[in-house]
């Protein structure tokens, strides 16, 4: 069994952006998307000892998972779940970059610079597991920090990127060692004079509600959500709380949603993986469909919204692929239409 140090090691000069630590198997690296082996099988006292060396406090002989940032030499922070499954304690690790990328490296639509500019609001990164939708938050947020000077205070489980305070003062804290709970720490957020939260996951009705609470107060909110493209990302703040409510959140939403980006990442032809983006820059027209419930209508209100930065998944998947950065099939396999992208993709 290779040292936990060396394993981390050896995943970060390969590119690795996931490590799987399971039973029976190798060590699997996710390497622009695809997993390999990496090793002999490991035993489950292997796994055991991994998950000791990271967590050598805590009793992990009970059911349970246990989530945690730690920092290996190098240094390359990672952010760790250990879990337990029939077969006995596996774990997944998440490699962060050691520094935090500068918003134009990433490749977003050129109006998602604006963003840090704002002064209120809601902001919304979704995407899928892997998508980069950290990534973006932290250069997002890097970004106001070294332009304007305010209060940023995260709420985080665990603390992924570190920030070097510039003309921000940062409060980053971590559930579980900083707060007992995101419901706690999230009640306690807007007694901390801050003027930009960063909420990690709006995961159930409370941290929604009080993210919306924020936005509406005059706080620049940004927040993450597992959906796919803007309209999803619409229905499922409001379809959270109960049908009663629901016409008062979609007017609060109306009103203090700005933008939502929603990213994945595809399979360059050359190598590595490159973001694809939709970008819904919210104006009235989309502030009215959303008032009205009329969600199906914001895709094709994106298509005619161009002038205020906005754009479609789609759109951005045929530019890139008519910059030959991404084949035809994975423009076809990545699109909301298929049968579209593939008449694009014949006809380029």
């Not at 240094?75 to 997944?92: T, Y």
């Not at 957020?189 to 941290?207: A, N």
Request: glycine share 6%; proline share 6%; charged share 20%.
């Amino acid at each position: 069994m290779l040292p936990l140090n060396e394993l981390i090691a050896q995943a970060r000069e390969s590119r690795t952006s996931d490590i799987h630590l399971c039973p029976g198997l190798p060590a699997r690296f996710r390497v622009d998307g695809d997993l390999q082996d990496f090793g002999a099988p490991l035993t489950a006292e292997d796994t055991l000892a991994y998950a000791q060396e990271m967590l050598p406090n805590v009793d992990l002989s009970g059911a349970g998972e246990w989530d945690l940032a730690i920092t290996f030499p190098g240094p390359v922070r990672c952010r760790v779940n250990i879990f337990r499954q029939r077969l006995g304690l596996s774990a997944a690790i998440r490699l962060l970059s050691e520094r935090i990328p500068d918003l134009d490296e990433l490749g977003l639509p050129p109006a998602v610079s604006k963003i840090p500019d704002m002064n209120r609001g809601l902001v919304l990164v979704t995407g899928e597991t892997g998508s980069g939708k950290s990534t973006t938050l932290a250069a997002l947020l890097d970004r106001v920090n070294h332009t304007k000077p305010c209060h940023i205070v995260t709420m985080e489980d665990p603390i992924e990127y570190i920030y070097t305070p510039d003309k921000c003062v940062i409060s980053q804290r971590e559930v579980g060692l900083h707060t007992e709970s995101y419901a706690n720490g999230l009640r306690a957020v807007l007694r901390e004079d801050p003027d930009v939260i960063l909420i990690g996951e709006m995961r159930d009705l409370d941290t929604i509600e009080t993210a919306l609470t924020a936005a509406e107060t005059g706080h620049l909110v940004f927040a993450t959500l597992h959906v796919g493209s803007a309209a999803e990302t619409v229905d499922r703040v409001v379809t959270v709380f109960p049908a009663a409510r629901q016409q008062q959140i979609r007017l609060q939403l109306s009103t203090t949603l700005m933008a939502v980006l929603s990213q994945q990442l595809l399979p360059r032809k050359t190598s590595g993986r490159v973001c694809a983006c939709e970008l819904m820059m919210v104006n009235p027209a989309i502030r009215n469909l959303i008032r009205e419930g009329k969600t199906p209508q914001i895709a094709s209100t994106l298509s005619t919204s161009a002038s205020d930065g906005s754009l479609t998944m789609d759109n951005c998947i045929l530019n890139l692929y008519r910059k030959q950065v991404i084949s035809a099939e994975t423009a076809r396999l990545a699109a909301r239409d298929p049968e579209v992208m593939r008449r694009n993709t014949m006809m380029g």
